[in-house]
């Protein structure tokens, strides 16, 4: 075990994880883990902020290439070129999360789905 792990566990009890405790409980529970133990239930927090927080990161980073791509083809796809706010999209979104070993698929009724799946 190593030697600074005691101490970050003991530091867990006074970290106020954005993803509340009895959320990340409930969720333990419906994946047949009943756990007590308050530093564990905000370890499973903490790695699931990590998790979604480098999934955005990347989200971000997939749109930023696609921004590079020709004029013409984000006009295909209905950008405008005079927008400039960064939209994230369910594409980008899933490119990220592909990384991670997550596939997303659009439901076959999702709109503007001709031809991908």
Same mark, same amino acid.
């Given at each position: 075990? /190593?030697? &600074?792990?005691?101490?970050?566990?003991?530091?867990?009890? /006074? $970290?106020?994880?954005?993803?509340?405790?009895?959320?990340?409980?409930? +969720? #333990?529970? +419906?994946? =047949?883990?009943?756990?007590?133990?308050?530093?564990?239930?905000? +370890?499973?927090? +903490?790695?699931?902020?990590?998790?979604?927080?480098?999934?955005? /990161?990347?989200?971000?980073?997939? /749109?930023?290439? !696609?921004? &590079?791509?020709?004029?013409? !083809?984000? &006009?295909?796809?209905? $950008?405008?070129? !005079?927008? &400039? !706010?960064?939209?994230?999209?369910?594409?980008?979104?899933?490119?990220? #999360?592909?990384? $991670?070993?997550?596939?997303?698929?659009?439901?076959? $009724?999702?709109?503007?789905?001709? =031809?991908?799946?």
């Amino acid at each position: 075990m /190593h030697p &600074k792990l005691p101490d970050f566990l003991a530091s867990l009890e /006074h $970290y106020v994880p954005t993803v509340p405790d009895e959320v990340t409980q409930h +969720l #333990l529970k +419906l994946s =047949g883990t009943d756990c007590q133990d308050i530093c564990l239930v905000r +370890l499973v927090s +903490l790695a699931a902020q990590k998790f979604v927080a480098e999934a955005a /990161h990347d989200a971000r980073q997939a /749109h930023a290439r !696609r921004q &590079k791509q020709p004029l013409a !083809r984000l &006009k295909e796809a209905g $950008y405008t070129a !005079r927008d &400039k !706010r960064p939209v994230l999209t369910s594409e980008d979104l899933a490119e990220a #999360l592909q990384q $991670y070993g997550v596939n997303v698929k659009r439901p076959a $009724y999702f709109a503007n789905n001709i =031809g991908r799946s």
